[in-house]
């Protein structure tokens, strides 16, 4: 029983301080998101699990923790991303014609971390713009992004763009296996260049050469004028180009202070997106702090295919790259019976503050809370006086 308080790896409690700058977050980005026209939804943290991985792909499957429901004997599974969700509730909960955008904040699970040091329990925060297949909508979730890791506070923050029709577009027609394609995004991923080589050698020789230009294809605009000139002239990589330039200068010209630059060979989470796909990097941190884009085809197994465009972020991470705030002011109070003392405190509270009775016997410990002021009686009357 030594061990009985110990928590299962990558499983971690959150503590008074941590808490309370999480809370604080989670509530300026919903009022962000609100801002913004969003409407909240809370899905369910699980359910079956035929409709919870309907779409995703084996990724998603793989850190989907799974059991048996005890009342209908059916699969469940313990949600690892909300986004099939939020498309299931549009589809067929809200059924709109128009455009919803819609917000949602609530933990996910995954079966195994994402990185060396990743929770395996995110708090993931998350928007979504259904209805408008525009860049318009692929703008406004960028500037959401953008919007909420600055009102966290994060300094220099990069933002990284690609696009999932560029690779589509270099191998056209050909038919491969999932397997296949999945094992040559991950070396275009990784930029493994050897293993893309082996991996493709029964393709066409164009199509290799092609491939292997992806892995050169990074860093700033210049980019996208490069992968002009190296890539084939595919309808789908011109307009995935495109998509990427007009993006680009618009974001520049609202956020000149935003680092813009192009992985047109990252294709992370390429089973989900159908177009442009981006990813906000922090100062100091060599994960992504969000990731969104454009995925129009998450609604279709739903049986209502509409173009989508949304990005989502963990909570706790975000928090942990913010620097921090100061304590709350508070009010220190003595514990008493008097009606009037506790007739003061109730007043304060009503207004807003915080007011920290010191119970019996604790007078002299340490506070919690940044206590400047306390509640003294003076004369008759109970009045609040800086500490």
């Known amino acids: 029983m030594a061990s009985a308080w110990l928590l299962p790896e990558h499983i971690a409690d959150v503590l008074p301080s941590q808490a309370r700058r999480i809370e604080e977050l989670r509530r300026e980005l919903l009022d962000m998101a609100r801002s913004y026209g969003c409407e909240l939804v809370m899905p369910p943290l699980l359910e079956h699990l035929d409709s919870l991985l309907s779409g995703t792909g084996h990724a998603l499957d793989l850190q ?21 969700q939020v498309a299931r509730i549009d589809a067929h909960l809200l059924n709109r014609a128009g455009v919803t955008r819609l917000c949602y904040c609530g933990p996910v699970l995954h079966t195994r971390p994402a990185g060396l040091h990743a929770t395996r329990e995110p708090l993931q925060f998350g928007i979504e713009i259904y209805g408008h297949a525009g860049l318009e909508a692929d ?8 919007d909420a890791v600055q009102r966290a506070g994060l300094k220099h923050a990069a933002l990284d763009m690609g696009d999932a029709r560029l690779v589509r577009g270099v191998l056209g027609d050909l038919q491969l296996s999932a397997l296949q394609l999945d094992a040559l995004v991950g070396a275009m991923a990784s930029k493994d260049a050897g293993s893309l080589r082996a991996l493709s050698v029964d393709l066409p020789a164009a199509v290799q050469a092609h491939l292997q230009s992806l892995l050169s ?26 998509d990427l330039q007009w993006l680009a200068q618009h974001l520049q010209h609202s956020h000149p202070d935003i680092r813009i630059g192009f992985d047109l060979a990252d294709l992370t989470g390429y089973a989900y997106y159908s177009g442009v796909r981006f990813a906000l990097y922090a100062e100091g941190f060599s994960d992504a702090v969000l990731r969104g884009g454009r995925y129009d085809e998450v609604g279709a197994v739903f049986g209502r295919r509409r173009p989508a465009v949304g990005f989502s972020l963990d909570l706790k991470t975000l928090e942990a790259l913010s620097p921090a705030s100061p304590l709350r002011a508070a009010v220190r109070a003595p514990w008493g019976e008097d009606a009037e003392l506790r007739a003061a405190v109730r007043r304060l509270r009503e207004a807003g503050e915080t007011v920290v009775c010191v119970l019996p016997g604790h007078e002299h410990e340490g506070d919690e809370f940044d206590c400047d002021r306390e509640l003294v009686q003076i004369d008759t009357q109970w009045v609040v006086r800086a500490l």
């Open 139 to 146: 703008l406004e979730v960028q500037e959401l992004a953008l």
């Open 217 to 242: 294809l990074f860093g700033g605009v210049e980019v996208l004028a490069r992968a002009r000139e190296v890539l084939p002239a595919h309808p789908l990589i011109t307009a995935a180009l495109d």
């Open 64 to 84: 989907t923790f799974k059991l048996v429901d005890q009342l209908s004997g059916r699969s469940l599974g313990l949600r690892a991303d909300t986004t099939p």
